[in-house]
């Protein structure tokens, strides 16, 4: 099988973000005759194929809610457009990466996202500290990363305190690293119990935590 690439979906747009925002996954869903073909998955975003379906896949409609509640922390649930109109466009300014680098199937499997971190944990730490983001959202991916490995390209979560975007729920854990450096540890987008609101609202409430402190 071919290795996949994935990183930044609009270079110019992601270096102009006011916040640069990294979202890690675990790995891309490919078809069996597509396995052996050459992907990037940033295409389809790039090339708007995803926008058509930006509403019912559910990893894509969370990603695009919670990126504009970044973006624009100060618009409102029911003023956010619908992710396949204007909000769509936010999905361009970010990069977004999986630890398994090779094609997989529709179920992931926690081993082998854990072997797949193992054996190419120095390409994906090097990708991270290229990348140089301001926000990594961890899409249930923070478990499978070593804290040490973490603290060698400067996101040490040992030296900070662990806090939660709602004391209520304990859905997202957030961590900050620095002035300049937040890790938010949600769910995957594709988890069916959180609604798209709640997803959107805790990233928002984490994202301003760390701005007013």
């Not at 396995?35 to 409609?61: Q, Y």
């Not at 922390?73 to 992710?83: C, F, G, K, L, Q």
């Not at 997803?199 to 760390?210: D, Q, V």
């Amino acid at each position: 099988m071919k290795k996949i690439i994935d990183g930044k979906i609009d270079a110019k747009k992601y270096h102009d973000a006011k916040c640069k925002i990294l979202w890690i996954l675990k790995e891309a869903n490919v078809s069996a005759k597509d396995k052996e073909t050459d992907i990037d998955v940033c295409d389809g975003f790039r090339n708007d194929w995803h926008k058509k379906n930006a509403l019912s896949v559910p990893t894509f409609r969370k990603m695009i809610y919670a990126t504009f509640g970044i973006l624009n922390p100060n618009v409102e649930w029911e003023n956010i457009p619908y992710a396949n109109q204007e909000a769509y466009e936010v999905v361009k300014q970010i990069a977004y990466i999986n630890i398994n680098k090779y094609p997989a199937d529709s179920s992931s499997n926690d081993w082998e996202i854990k072997k797949a971190y193992n054996e190419g944990k120095d390409e994906l730490l090097k990708q991270i500290k290229e990348l140089n983001p301001n926000i990594i959202i961890f899409g249930n991916t923070l478990k499978y990363f070593e804290v040490k490995d973490l603290a060698e390209i400067n996101w040490d979560i040992l030296e900070t305190e662990k806090k939660y975007a709602d004391s209520n729920t304990h859905n997202t854990a957030f961590y900050i690293i620095s002035s300049d450096k937040l890790i938010i540890n949600a769910y995957h987008p594709s988890y069916p119990k959180i609604s798209d609101k709640t997803y959107w609202k805790e990233i928002r409430n984490a994202f301003n935590f760390w701005k007013s402190n």
